[in-house]
């Protein structure tokens, strides 16, 4: 198995005022290519902290995380970028799609950053998250249900290898949260590494792995 | 997609909003446009006209050089005259080529409408070159030669007799038509001298003298010499080379104020334009962390802003050019109102490279303007902008 994601004593640290907060201390664990993994946790357990990490949207205070072998650790912001590009994809709990844009050009923003033509591969994807018919509606014309799915659709544009979500149905009812747990199976048995920090334990429970925290660790 | 027509998109998301803006970016240049087609206009007019003259000093009576210069261009009554004798002493003067006189009058029908007859003699030929008459000059008692407007309004025809408008009882025999000048002297109904002085009551007077110059280099030392005549202190010598220098200075210095209000409104527009960029900048915060996180660089997020600044500037300047080539006729009607001075042709003359260098003016100013709102959005943390509200 090759390793995608490695966390060697990963500890982030903000300062509030006078008071320092430890939202990661000491987390270490490995993930395999093709792994499906929920972290979970109470709120302020440092879920959102360890995804934004895993996203490259940020720096460890120290510890180091290897991406593909390679380490975030004092990398430039253009460096986090072009990772953030090339290895993983995020789908948000609010879906973060652009109002003024159709669901292709939606589909189709991270592609402009990288400047590739994704026409076609778009194409393709929308047809995988059955919202072809769909691709020249705007946001405010779709249901909840619909937009995550153009929002994990757009998330993929760039053929990330990691797949992260931050409570991706925690803004849906229960048969739209099912649908979306559904294309999650349906990537993750196409080989893409799937990383969800969630509530939702039927969500959590239907992962491969937990990766449980409290207070900023790992529970054993 | 582009990220020209996504920042048109961003534009057009609040649209009133952006309206307004633009409205001020359109106010400042067409302020700016006017101006400087109003200034390039103003000074052909005046260059046209004083070359129509065909004089190079133009001799009056005592009194304002302008007032009478404007009397001389474009025609009038006026309130005071030169003796005949004085012609004498300006041809003799040494240096001078040429001087016709001409005695003008202005006469006014019941809706206003202006007749003005000159008199005049051979010697005009000599000044006026570039005219072409279809038929003579007045020479003989009763002949009228007729500007080209006068000649259409008057449907006249060469060697047939006309009642003169506002001399009743008179006649002329229409013995020649001018080509038409573009200038005033279309208008003008011309007669021998001597029927004019007769017919106005003014014989032994001229209103003035056009005087032309063996060498225009020896413009100072032959005005010196006509000031220093026998006449020289009942005349007003005014060199039209001269009198143009003054009036374009008394044009630029109210230019030069119009123009630093017009760079003032210019700048406040483009503060307006930074100030409305930098709400939508904080609006959208979440959505600019959205695209940092979906590989948007910081230097995606500065170009996506300041080209959305660059847009409202320059779509406002185009706006603002067009509105001030439409309103070009009604500020002409207006300023021919406002100037004591102003000459036939064209006030506002809207060349290209003034339209081209307002279009620059406005793109330069939505990229300053653009630099404040594309740079702070460009630095916001994509963690922090994901959690905003």
Request: include cysteine.
């Amino acid at each position: 198995m090759q390793t995608l994601v490695s966390a060697q004593e990963l500890t982030k640290v903000y300062n509030r005022g006078v008071e320092e907060v430890r939202a990661l201390d000491g987390v270490t664990f490995d993930l395999q290519k093709g792994d499906f993994v929920a972290i979970t946790g109470a709120s302020g357990a440092g879920k959102t902290t360890l995804l934004h990490l895993l996203g490259c949207m940020d720096i460890p205070t120290s510890g180091e995380l290897l991406m593909n072998g390679q380490s975030t650790r004092g990398l430039s912001d253009s460096a986090l970028t072009r990772m953030r590009r090339e290895q993983v994809g995020f789908v948000f709990q609010h879906f973060g799609l652009l109002p003024t844009l159709t669901v292709m050009e939606n589909m189709t923003l991270p592609a402009l950053f990288s400047k590739r033509d994704a026409k076609e591969s778009a194409k393709e994807l929308l047809e995988k998250v059955g919202m072809t018919h769909r691709r020249n509606h705007r946001p405010n014309q779709l249901s909840g249900g619909e937009m995550q799915r153009v929002a994990i659709a757009r998330a993929l544009i760039n053929c990330p290898q990691i797949l992260l979500a931050d409570e991706p149905t925690g803004n849906l009812d229960s048969v739209n949260g099912e649908a979306i747990l559904q294309l999650f199976h349906q990537l993750n048995r196409d080989g893409l590494t799937i990383i969800v920090v969630t509530h939702n334990p039927t969500l959590a429970n239907a992962t491969q792995r937990q990766l449980v925290l409290r207070d900023g660790r790992l529970v054993p | 997609m582009t990220f020209t027509k996504f920042a048109f998109q961003n534009m057009l998301r609040r649209k009133l909003r952006t309206f307004v803006t633009m409205a001020g970016v359109a106010v400042a240049v067409a302020a700016l446009f006017s101006l400087l087609a109003f200034q390039r206009g103003y000074q052909n007019g005046m260059r046209d006209e004083l070359d129509r003259l065909g004089a190079h000093v133009l001799v009056v009576p005592k009194g304002c050089p302008y007032d009478a210069a404007s009397m001389a261009l474009h025609g009038a009554s006026w309130p005071c005259y030169l003796k005949m004798g004085y012609l004498e002493q300006v041809r003799k003067t040494q240096g001078v080529s040429v001087a016709a006189p001409v005695f003008m009058n202005a006469l006014y029908g019941a809706n206003g409408e202006q007749t003005v007859y000159l008199g005049i003699n051979d010697d005009i030929r000599a000044v006026k070159r570039a005219w072409k008459i279809e038929g003579a000059l007045p020479a003989q008692t009763g002949d009228i030669m007729l500007g080209a407007t006068a000649a259409k309004n008057l449907h006249a025809q060469r060697g047939r007799e006309y009642s003169l408008p506002g001399l009743e009882g008179v006649k002329g025999r229409v013995c020649g038509v001018l080509a038409p000048t573009q200038g005033a002297d279309d208008n003008f109904f011309y007669m021998p001298l001597a029927d004019a002085q007769r017919l106005f009551k003014r014989q032994g007077q001229l209103t003035h003298i056009l005087v032309r110059l063996q060498d225009p280099n020896s413009m100072d030392d032959v005005v010196g010499a006509l000031r220093g005549c026998e006449a020289g202190m009942e005349m007003n010598i005014v060199p039209l080379t001269h009198l143009f220098r003054t009036i374009q200075g008394m044009v630029n210095s109210t230019r030069l104020l119009l123009g630093c209000i017009a760079l003032v409104a210019l700048l406040v527009a483009g503060a307006g334009v930074s100030n409305t960029v930098l709400m939508a900048v904080t609006e959208r915060t979440r959505e600019i962390g959205v695209m940092r996180a979906t590989g948007a660089s910081m230097s995606d997020i500065f170009r996506l802003i300041w080209l959305e600044t660059a847009l409202i500037c320059v779509i406002g300047g185009v706006i603002g050019v067009v509105v001030a080539l439409a309103g070009a006729q009604s500020l002409e009607g207006w300023l021919r109102n406002q100037l004591p001075f102003s000459p036939t042709g064209a006030l506002i003359h809207p060349e290209l490279s003034v339209m081209f260098a307002c279009l620059v003016g406005a793109a330069a100013l939505g990229s300053v303007a653009g630099l404040l709102p594309a740079w702070r959005a460009s630095r916001l943390s994509p963690i922090e902008a994901i959690r905003a509200t």
